[in-house]
């Protein structure tokens, strides 16, 4: 499901999947893979028929890194399970390309009350989800109203209300993780000054044993008045052409 911030994704996503699984609730709405993986573990193995969603989930796993990997080997095999699996962004490209391609219905939701469907329809030789796949880097959100105009979907209207408790501890934990990851970034900036202030200081002091070379002074003596050894201060030095 992919539209515009604060227009009823996320709530038209859980009207769809209560209606699929009546034992979906706002604990299976996830904020990350990991959590998303730790639902999935605790359903039955086979024919579970459970709805799982991921709201703009973080992005915490790369394709390439061995949890990506193993994330898309589960997602291969939980057919199995015949699960109900979902996910709700703002832009079609922050969906990992290995998620994207098992993509089966694509939801639009351009303003609130209206949705979208496009699925592809090979009996009418119209492939709409292949389309999108093919043109939505280039033409963003108007590929939908293209595919629609050749009727490659069709438009419906959408509720705000949702039958699920506890709507305002949702509402609180996608506050909480949004405070997590601005204070991971911050973390992540302060970690990255540091090592910047940490690599000037290194290359002053390479400055000033490069500007002791060239008046002369021997490496001895430039270890000794810089607390390193003469073979330390030959090395660093003679590694910068003076």
């Known amino acids: 499901c992919v539209g515009p911030g604060g227009k009823g994704k996320t709530t038209l996503m859980k009207n769809i999947f209560y209606f699929l699984d009546p034992t979906f609730d706002n604990t299976r709405v996830c904020l990350s893979t990991q959590e998303f ?7 039955p193995v086979l024919k579970s028929m459970k709805a799982n969603l991921m709201d703009e989930p973080d992005d915490d796993l790369h394709p390439s890194s061995k949890g ?7 997602l291969g095999k939980s057919r199995q399970q015949q699960l109900f699996l979902g996910i709700c962004a703002t832009d079609l490209k922050d969906i990992p390309p290995y ?3 098992k993509v089966s219905t694509i939801l639009f939701v351009p303003k609130k009350g209206l949705g979208m469907y496009f699925q ?7 492939f709409s989800i292949q389309k999108i796949r093919n043109d939505y880097v280039e033409r963003g959100y108007n590929i939908f109203y293209k595919i629609l105009k050749d009727k490659g979907g069709f438009s419906f ?16 934990d ?13 973390k992540f900036f302060d970690k990255h000054n ?3 202030k940490k690599e000037n200081e290194i290359d002053k002091r390479t400055q000033i044993m490069i500007n002791m070379r060239k008046k002369g002074m021997t490496y001895p003596e430039i270890g000794e008045l810089m607390g390193i050894s003469k073979t330390t201060a030959h090395r660093i030095i003679s590694q910068i052409p003076l």
């Open 37 to 43: 993986i730790k639902n999935i573990k605790g359903f």
């Open 194 to 196: 540091k090592k910047d």
């Open 157 to 172: 209207n959408t509720t705000q209300d949702v039958p699920l408790d506890d709507e305002k501890k949702y509402i609180s």
């Open 68 to 74: 990506g990997k193993l994330f898309r080997e589960v």
């Open 174 to 186: 996608k506050a909480k993780d949004y405070k997590n990851s601005i204070n991971e970034l911050n």
């Open 99 to 101: 998620i994207f391609r």
């Open 120 to 126: 592809d329809n090979p009996d009418n030789k119209y």
